[in-house]
């Protein structure tokens, strides 16, 4: 019976092959838009969490300032002692990076890049998870003496060096001549258009003496030994920060410690939200093509009102004429949910190469919009079926 109500289904959407696409136009546009605005949104958040964590795990970064309604506001700059204090007073601390940074123009031959300097120490590419493609960290004598040596980022190679071999080398960074000792390992573009490979780091007394002339400490990075100490280590640097910049209790900080764990937190809720947001709205493509079934399905009824007279006149059951029309209801919703997911896939894998965005197939969407285009089908197609099935078989016979 069900298999014999399919054929005839199948026979009628092939029959008005062109009217039956038009009508599921609505449903593939509603569940295409769907998986589009989920699949990107999933991709965007992976690739904003990959880029905060690519900064180092349990990371924690402190920063003298406030934001404002106009900007960051400049606060006093922090001293090596800030970050002497943090390494030894407060528990759950695996590494401290104290950190200062300038632009400079960096020379090397014939070939010049403007970019940026940073005067730190040896915790930096530990606390930043930062690994060496090639030679090697400062020594403590280098750090100690703040001998003129560096370790450059890939598109400093790149842009200054091309194919040669960097280590040994030397570089001129504001005119001061620097040994490069190292190659970092490339991390890439950050979310923001922010190329994290376009650096050279120098050791902290070297930046200080040479470079900036001046002691200001402007970033101090934080790594927390385990990530459910983070928070707890957090709250611990602001309490002794406070202390030492003499702030009171009833004065708000003029500087801010910063988790990446929340940071990461309120990304991924924002773009869920936006997502969720976006996906309701396409979802109203959904209903439209709903509607539109729905007419459709009246136009069929009243077009073939003579053949269903004719079936209930040789015995067919009402229940029988209203498993038709919503079977044939349910397999066009159902198509047009199928094409609309293969286009959407289609589309989503497209747009992701196109932004650079991760593609993560989002299964349980998927198979949502399958259940929920064939619901739309029942849904819509319940009243012209039922209208279908009450036609009066003499009536029905008679209509012209």
């Known amino acids: 019976m069900i298999w014999n109500t399919m054929q005839l289904a199948l026979r009628e959407i092939r029959f008005n ?29 992976a690739r904003v969490t990959s880029d905060i964590s690519s900064l180092g795990r349990n990371l924690i970064i402190v920063v003298p300032g406030k934001r404002g309604p106009s900007g960051r506001e400049q606060g006093t700059p922090f001293e090596l002692q800030d970050a002497n204090a943090i390494l030894e007073e407060v ?18 031959g014939n070939e010049s890049w403007s970019t940026s300097i940073h005067g ?55 005119n001061i001549p620097c040994e490069v000792i190292g190659l970092l390992e490339p991390k890439g573009t950050a979310t923001f258009g922010t190329d994290q490979d376009d650096l050279v780091v120098t050791p902290l007394r070297t930046f200080q003496r040479r470079i900036s002339g001046n002691r200001d400490i402007s970033m101090i990075f934080v790594s927390a030994a385990a990530a459910e100490m983070t928070t707890k280590v957090q709250n611990d640097i602001q309490t002794l920060l406070r202390q030492r910049r003499g702030i009171r209790d009833n004065e708000q900080e003029d500087f801010e410690v ?58 067919a059951l009402e229940r029988d004429v209203l498993l038709q029309f919503l079977v044939e209801a349910m397999m066009l919703s159902l198509a047009g949910g199928i094409a609309g997911i293969l286009f959407g896939l289609f589309v989503s894998f497209w747009l992701s ?34 209208r279908a099935a009450r036609l009066n078989p003499i009536d029905a016979l008679r209509y012209e």
């Open 17 to 45: 092959l062109m009217r039956s696409i038009l009508t599921a136009l609505g449903i593939i546009i509603g569940v295409a838009a769907v998986i589009v605005i989920v699949t990107l949104g999933g991709g965007a958040t």
């Open 91 to 108: 528990d759950g601390v695996a590494g401290v990076a104290p950190t200062a940074t300038k632009s400079i123009t960096v020379i090397y």
């Open 353 to 386: 190469e196109a932004l650079n965005l991760p593609f993560i197939l989002n299964v349980p969407i998927v198979l949502i919009a399958v259940v929920f285009s064939a619901f739309v089908g029942i849904v819509f197609g319940f009243f012209p079926a039922r």
């Open 120 to 174: 730190t120490n040896n915790g930096y590419m530990g606390v930043r998870e930062w690994a060496l493609a090639a030679g090697r960290a400062f020594t403590r004598g280098e750090e100690r003496s703040g001998r003129a040596v560096c370790v450059i980022g890939e598109t400093i190679r790149r842009e200054l060096f091309g194919f040669q071999n960097p280590i040994g080398a030397t570089i001129r960074a504001d």
């Open 258 to 315: 910063e988790n990446l764990q929340e940071i990461t937190k309120v990304v991924e809720s924002t773009t869920g939200v936006l997502t969720a947001l976006l996906s309701a709205v396409a979802m109203v493509s959904l209903i439209v093509g709903g509607i539109g079934i729905m007419n459709i399905m009246l136009v069929s009824v009243t077009e073939r009102t003579r053949e269903i007279g004719i079936r209930l006149a040789i015995g």
